[in-house]
Each structure stands twice: as structure tokens, then as C-alpha cells.
């Protein structure tokens, strides 16, 4: 596979897609394109959304996606999906959903799975929002599942973050625990035509009010009906005031806030990507060492037991320890 | 902290609860104990349950404690928490059903959250369940909310899976994927009162005839109304003839399908405890190492790209190249 800088940088989708593959399969060439594409970067401004499942997120991210496109503005959507055994079906539901935005030269959508990788949000979430970003996207909405660790992540990625909630969850103000309250740069209450939808919002108000400090971003509450629409405008509008905050470079110390979480992500991004590149490292050298595999025979077997044979192998002095090699080691004098 | 062998083998649980806290905790000592008490594990039988949010697994697992406790069995429960900021509140009200166990001393039941855990099943609860094993529980309950991946992590270490859905799942036969299909040994209808739950277990039936080998176990399905214990004495019968099936040792050529899967998960939790305990030295030496102190602060403010620069530092010949060192250089002749 090979990669075209040009037509990525002009927002080509199927150039776009083609480089999506290979940073997902880690094939060498990616990480060329992504440190040629990396001067290009840092115009996009890009907004997570977030909830429990059932909330709408998808709707919302179809509606807003559309308000965008009215507005002119080019939009990349990155969909994180847990790829749940259990909401396989209403994921592939909420996609077609989509579908109509499918065809819009300016819009681009990908999936994510969360399969397979560390908890919270995939590493390479980073990447294709720089990735994005690159491909000249005006807007980037990230759209993730609020259960788990995933939900939290979404702070890491986005410059603002929306979690959305509706007022069926009930008791769900008092179940939100610090961590979303921390996050939550705007907070919708969806499918606002049901039942307890402004005393929601109220208590929320109420509740916001208590624990955020005054000289911080004060977090919006807004009410939304994603399936007919109402509510839209006035959520790009709480984004944008949130933006304005963002960008004001008196809030730290010269630097604005997004600068400071944008430094953030990319100091982040390396520490996951290196972790990630050691794993497989790691995986290989247990595959191809014969002392390594035949302790795995013994532990199967019951010789040895699994925690403390692991434990041993690495402590020091430990024939197994490893580290990172020193220059001279790599290439001896 | 100290750890006292005899009282653990006795099934004490303040001895217990001690050694799962130096687990947690990586205390150094927590490894001689599980290489101290491996000698005594095997007797014990792993249950796992898992299901999506809200069809009932905690009071299931209530109830049928209670049932094996008529049975003057000792159970040991290890409930896996996402510790979702959404679902917070409910686990604590789930947990709080389970009170009357608590004062139970033939009746040990411990949270394992998998926040800042990497996906899946936490690699502990591999370590929790042979503790367990060893202070001589007869059955050990291992129960997971069925979003993302660690309802399939459940397999790695149960000997029988029940999966629990309810009527209301409405389409969830269709989208039950694959995964979850293999992985059942039993399948509940919970909530069996609502309306579609016999349709819905006719429905079950006829798929699994559709997609199982004659000669495998073929999943029960089973009705139950957990909250008024209906269905639970049915539910271990169930269990017991699918532990007769696991522990007929003509099935693998001389091993029984138990022995099977229980040397597959010691091998795995040796090597998710060898990965564990490499990313903590990885780490403590990014943490020590000036290089890679140096190429973070080059990567936060753009003179360096993230991923490429994590991948380059990785390559043949790179300075921060790693590996696991031979018998020579660690004490060199």
C-alpha cells in the first residue's frame, strides 16, 4: 500500500481511508505520512460527544453533522464503537442512520473498534484526528459510548466535550460520578420532549453550580430533541462560546487552553504509541525465546505457578530482566 | 502487610481479603504466597456469569448463592465492576442485595473494579479465583456486565459460562454475535414472567442447534425468575451436568476439557503477567531516562510527531532499543 500526501492533504477520502488501514495494521509507511502530515496540522477544532447507550448519540451526530454542512463547514466523524456482542445490532442500526452523510464529499466517517485494544479510548484515535485534521476537516466529532473507561478518554481527544444524557436514566444525576463532571464541557439532556427533561436539567444546573470553580469554563446545560432537530443551533453555539474560551490565550499563563490540552494529547499520544510498539515487541521475543516457552509449558502444566514465575523472571539480576539498551550496547565501540 | 498460609487455607476472610489487597497492591510477598499456595488449588468449580446491563445477574447470583449454601457449599464471588461513571450507582444498590451473604463466613464476596485496567478481564481475577480455590471455596461465582470485551474474557476463566438475557432484549438473538454464542455453556432468560420469554428461549434453542457441533456440549437454555428464585435449583442442575461433561476425561484424548481449560488459563495469566509487569518497568525507565524525557517535551510542543516518533525510537539500531537481555549480560563472565 502506498500513500499519497496530496490527495490527503486535499481531503481525498479514499486516500484518506487508504492511510487510516495502515496506521490500524502499523504498516511502516504510516508513520512516515504521519510525521510528513504533521506540519499540516492544528486548524481543526474537534468536539467529542459522549453518553450512556440509548441516548441518541447517533442522532445527534447526524443532526449536527447536517447543521455543520449548512453552515459550509467540512466535518470528519470518528465513531468509536465497543463492537459489544450485545449492541452489535444497534451500532450497525445507528450507522445507517448515517447514511445519507455517507455520500457528502465533505463529510468524512470512520469506525473504531475498541476490540482487542488497552481500556479507554484506542491510541490510534489520536492519530486519525491529526490524521483528519491534516485532510483540511473543519470539524471533528468523536462519538464514543459512555461505558467503562472509553467515556473518559474522550477528554484526551477532544477540545470540547459534550456528554449527553436523557431523562429516562432517572436517577442517573446522582450515578454521574466526578469523573463526567469533570469532563463535560456541555451537557445535553436529550429526547427533551419526555417526561422530567427540565427538572433534569435544573438539578443539573444546581448541581454544576456547587463544584465548579468560578474563574473556570462554566459547563452549558442544554435541552435537545436530536430527531426532529430542535436544539442544534443552540448546541453549535454553546461549542463555539466554548471554543472562544479555549482559544482565549490570556487563561494560562500565555499558552490558551487548547494549546495546553493539544501538547497534552500529543505527550499522551507518544507514551501510548511507544507502550503500544514495546507490547508487540514484547509478544515477539516471548514467541522466539525457548526458555520463555518452556516455562509456559510448566506453568500449564503445574510446575510453576503463573504470578510469581512472571514476577521472578523480571526482578533484578533475573536472567530475563530487560531494559532499555544504552548506545553503547546497541552499536560496542 | 503480612500474609498467614494456614489461615488463608483455612478460608478466613480477613486473611483472604489481606492477601487480594497485596495482590492488588503488587506487593513483592504477594508472589511467594501464590507459589506457596498453587499446591492447594484445583478442587474449586468456576462459575461464570455474564449478560448486559440490567437483565439481573446480581440477583442470580443471590439467589443462587443462597441455593448452594442450602447445599452447604462454600462460595466465593468475584463481581467485576466497570465502574462506570454511569453505572456506579446501580452496582452499589446491586451490591447492597447481596448483604444478608455478607455476614455469611462460609460466603466471601470481593469487587475487582477494570478502571485503569486494560480490556477485558482484569488479569487478577485469574489470580483472585485460584486464591479463592486454595482457602477451599467449593464454588467460585466470577460475575461481569456483558458491554465490551470482558464478557468474553469470562471463558479464560470459568469452567461453566452462563449468559443471562431477558425477554425485553427484544432483538438481542440477532444481535448476540458469535463470540457470545461460543462462549456459553448455559444460556438464562431471565425475568421469565414478561411477555416473548418462551418465545424468545424457542428462538435460542433453535439457533443453537443451527450453529453447534453434535459432539460438543450443547448449551442449555434455561427460564428463570431470579427475584422469586425460580428457575435456580434448575439452573444448577444444569451446572452439574455440564461439570460432568468438563470433567470426563475421554473428551481430549486422556484430559478432561477442565484440566483443558485450566492449564489454557494459568498460560495466560502468566503472560498477562508478564505483560503487566513489563509496562511497569517501562514505565519507571521512561520516567529515568533523560532521552525520552527530552523527545516527550520535543513531541508536546510539534517539533516531533507523536507516533513516528514512538515507532523510530523502536527500529533495529535505535538507541532505545529494547530487548530481554541474555544470561551474559546480565552477569557478564
Not at 32 to 57: C, N, Q, S, W
Not at 117 to 132: A, H
Not at 251 to 260: A, H, K, T
Amino acid at each position: 500500500m502506498n500513500y499519497d500526501a496530496a490527495r490527503v492533504l486535499g481531503g481525498d477520502q479514499r486516500a484518506i481511508s487508504r492511510l487510516m488501514t495502515m496506521l490500524e495494521r502499523r504498516d511502516p509507511s504510516a508513520a512516515f505520512a504521519m510525521k510528513e502530515l504533521d506540519a499540516y496540522t492544528g486548524r481543526a477544532y474537534t468536539i467529542g460527544i459522549t453518553g450512556p447507550p440509548g441516548v441518541g448519540k447517533s442522532t445527534l451526530v447526524d443532526r449536527f453533522t447536517e447543521h455543520l454542512r449548512n453552515l459550509d463547514l467540512t466535518v470528519g466523524i470518528i465513531a468509536v464503537d465497543p463492537d459489544s456482542p450485545y449492541t452489535g445490532g444497534a451500532i450497525l442500526g445507528d450507522r445507517i442512520r448515517m447514511q445519507r452523510h455517507f455520500l457528502d464529499p465533505s463529510v468524512y466517517i470512520r469506525s473504531v473498534s475498541t476490540r482487542g485494544q488497552s481500556g479507554g479510548l484506542p491510541r490510534i484515535v489520536k492519530s486519525l484526528v491529526r490524521l483528519l485534521d491534516a485532510a483540511g476537516m473543519d470539524v471533528i466529532l468523536v462519538e464514543t459510548v459512555g461505558v467503562g473507561q472509553t467515556e473518559l478518554g474522550i477528554m484526551n481527544v477532544a477540545d470540547t466535550v459534550i456528554v449527553a444524557l436523557m431523562p429516562e436514566s432517572g436517577d442517573s444525576i446522582q450515578t454521574l460520578k466526578a469523573g463526567v463532571l469533570e469532563i463535560a464541557d456541555i451537557f445535553l439532556v436529550n429526547k427533551a420532549d419526555r417526561e422530567g427533561a427540565d427538572r433534569m436539567a435544573a438539578a443539573m444546573r444546581a448541581m454544576l453550580h456547587t463544584v465548579s470553580e468560578p474563574a473556570d469554563w462554566q459547563p452549558t446545560v442544554l435541552l435537545t430533541q436530536a430527531d426532529r432537530g430542535a436544539g442544534i443551533p443552540e448546541l453549535w453555539e454553546a461549542v463555539s462560546s466554548h471554543r472562544s474560551y479555549m482559544n482565549d490565550s490570556a487563561q494560562c499563563g500565555g499558552f490558551s487552553p487548547v494549546d495546553d490540552r493539544r501538547s497534552e494529547r500529543r505527550r499522551q499520544e507518544f507514551l501510548e504509541s511507544l507502550q503500544e510498539e514495546l507490547n508487540q515487541l514484547v509478544k515477539t521475543q516471548i514467541e522466539n525465546n525457548p526458555t520463555l516457552q518452556s516455562m509456559l509449558d510448566d506453568v500449564a502444566n503445574g510446575k510453576l505457578e503463573p504470578y510469581s514465575a512472571a514476577v521472578e523472571l523480571l526482578k533484578d539480576g533475573a536472567p530475563l530482566r530487560f531494559r532499555f539498551l544504552t548506545d553503547q550496547e546497541v552499536s560496542p565501540a
